[in-house]
Each structure stands twice: as C-alpha cells, then as structure tokens.
C-alpha cells in the first residue's frame, strides 16, 4: 500500500512473526533523520499479524523518521485496461491478494506498544530534593494522558480512513468481475447448444480464463468482507477514543481547579491575616489619637492628618468587636514607652507588640 508518497509492505519473517518494509516509489532511496539514505526500511520489532506491522510502519512514517513528498499519492489496488481478454484477465495479478492481511482486526498490541512509548516516566524523588507538589504532579499526569488519548485518536481516524479506502478498492476490484457468473452461464449455454446440434459432451470444467476470473471473484468478495470488518471494528475504536480523550480532558479540568482552590484557600487565608492586621493597625492608631502626652507640667494633644481622622471614623462604624478583643492598654504603653526612649535616644524604635493569639475576630 500507498501511504503519504511511500510504499509500505508486510512480510511474514518467520512463522507468526511479521514485519514492514518502507520504501519510496521508482527506487528514489529514503532519507532518515541522520541523513542516511536508505532504498528499504524494515521494522525492528516482530508482530503476531501483517496489521501490526502496517501501523508500526505507518507510525515510523508519522513520526517524520524520514523525508517524504509534499504530494500523497493514493494506493491503486486495481487498473483494469480498457480491452480485457480471457489471457489477460488470468493473468491480471491483484495487487491486494499477494498480502491478504494487508488490514486485520488484531491491531490492539501495536496500540498498547505505541501507548507504551508515549507513557510519561515517573522519576522517583531523591534523597535532599523537595518532592513535587502532588496536585501538580496529578496535572501534569493528567495533560500527559490527554495527549496520549488525543495522539491515539488521531492515529486511529487516519487507520479508519485507510481501511474506508481499501474497502472502496475492494468493491471496484469485485465490480470488475461482475460479469463472471453470466459468461459462465453463457459458456454452459453454448456447450449444451453444441450437444443438442449432435456433437460429444466433453469435459464440464470451465476454461482456464473462467476459472481464474471466478476464483478472483471469490477472493474479491473475501477481501472486501475482511475490509468492512476491519473498517467497523476501527470506527468502534474511534469512538471508544473519543470517549477517552473527552475523559482525559475533563480530568485535566478537575485538576486544574483543584490547584486554583488550593490557590484560593491561601488566597483567603491572607486576607484573613491583612485583615487582622488591619484592625492591629487600627487599634494602634485609634489609642494614639485619642491620647494626650504629659510631660512635666506640658501636654502634648495628638492631631492627626484630616483624611487619618475620617478613615479612623469611618472604619469605627463598622467595628463590631467587643472591648475583650482590644488591646487599648497595649498599644498605649507602647507609645508611651517609645516617648520614653525618644527622650534620650533619637535611634529608638516603637515596641508594638503582636496580637495575642488568645485575641480573635
């Protein structure tokens, strides 16, 4: 068969264990990826059917391990001349009967050999190294089997599109001998002419050319049945992929929003902790400009900027917190013992203590 500008074929190596062949058309040699030039390539890895080697080729062939054309050619199975005569159709080779198993049912172990390869290896965590977050690594399994299933499905529609092709082969290759039973029963017809005119029966076989079209019609008809069955058990993989993949999908989903509530718990957890720290910050400022500072027979009153004073107000309409949950007497010993220190030291810093953790809003 033709598959994008190369010729791929399968051989049975030895008893039950298949291969493919890879090569381009007129002899042109193949290059690879290291520039080598190749005239044939064969798979390295046996198969149990002639199907699993194709798709292993087909797969070397999508991978890009080799130059092709910018140009698919379509696989011909069939050509039939525009004058057909007894020799010459017992002569016509069929193209798909030289390897009858050009497509099979049996493609499940060449699946699981490429789903093996595409499987993300897990590194086991060394000793002094910091192991991944475990809804990150679930994300990055999770994207993994997405492409898998999404690389999978397409691999298997391109299958599905081959085998609808050699189904559309297989019935012209059966029309061109539509006509096989009618000669037959047209060279019956003439032999028994021949007897009732007084001539001798001879021999009830069918000349050769007869023979050989109705035996290729039975080996068409064969071949198309084993195509429409391979094309139906692969549409039924193709949907049973797409079930895959919309599921890898949606767990890819599920994991990313696990890791944005994870982010959205920590999220709150710093608003609680800005907004503990905003009523800290109020209950600081609130003492200190309620206050008057007493220094020997001197008052100092606090005045603090218009817009602190309206914001302090404003945020007081809104304290609900009872008495307990202040520290007044805190934070004004601590301005006071920051003017004591100031006194007599220009370098001194204020000495606000943390809220007690026995405090909660």
């Known amino acids: 068969m033709e598959y994008k500008g190369f010729v791929v074929r399968a051989f049975e190596r030895e008893q039950g264990k298949w291969r493919a062949t890879i090569r381009r058309p007129h002899g042109i040699p193949l290059k690879a990826k290291d520039q080598r030039r190749l005239y044939c390539f064969v798979t390295s890895r046996d198969t149990a059917t002639a199907t699993d080697a194709v798709l292993l080729a087909l797969e070397a062939i999508d991978t890009g391990s080799f130059s092709r054309n910018t140009v698919r050619s379509t696989e011909k199975f069939w050509r039939r001349s525009q004058q057909c005569s007894a020799p010459t159709l017992a002569a016509a080779p069929l193209r798909f009967a030289e390897n009858p198993c050009i497509f099979g049912t049996a493609h499940a172990s060449v699946m699981d050999e490429w789903e093996r390869r595409m499987a993300v290896t897990e590194v086991a965590p060394q000793e002094g190294i910091v192991s991944e977050d475990p809804k990150r690594a679930a994300l990055r399994a999770a994207i993994a089997a997405r492409k898998r299933a999404n690389a999978r499905c397409q691999h298997l529609e391109a299958a599905v599109v081959l085998a609808r092709e050699l189904c559309s082969s297989c019935q012209r ?85 696990a890791i944005l509530l994870e982010e959205g718990a920590m999220q709150g957890l710093a608003l609680k902790d800005a907004w503990e720290g905003l009523w800290r910050q109020f209950d600081r400022v609130a003492v200190f400009a309620d206050c008057q500072i007493h220094y020997a027979d001197t008052s100092f009153s606090i005045t603090l900027p218009p817009e602190t004073a309206s914001l302090l107000h404003a945020i007081a309409k809104i304290d609900d917190r009872p008495s307990a949950h202040r520290d007044d007497a805190v934070n004004a010993e601590a301005w006071c013992l920051w003017f004591k220190e100031l006194l007599g030291d220009a370098d001194a810093i204020s000495h606000f203590q943390p809220r007690r953790q026995d405090c909660r809003i």
Request: aromatic share 4%; hydrophobic share 45%.
């Open 173 to 257: 290759v059966l029309l061109a001998f539509s006509d096989v039973d009618a000669a037959i029963v047209q060279h019956r017809a003439e032999e028994f002419r021949r007897v009732a005119g007084g001539e001798s029966l001879g021999a009830l076989s069918l000349p050769e050319y007869l023979a050989t079209r109705r035996t290729m019609r039975d080996v068409a008809a064969e071949q198309l049945t084993r195509a429409r069955a391979t094309y139906e058990d692969l549409a039924a993989d193709v949907s049973e992929a797409k079930a895959t993949t919309e599921q890898a999908a949606l767990e890819v989903a599920k994991s990313a929003c």
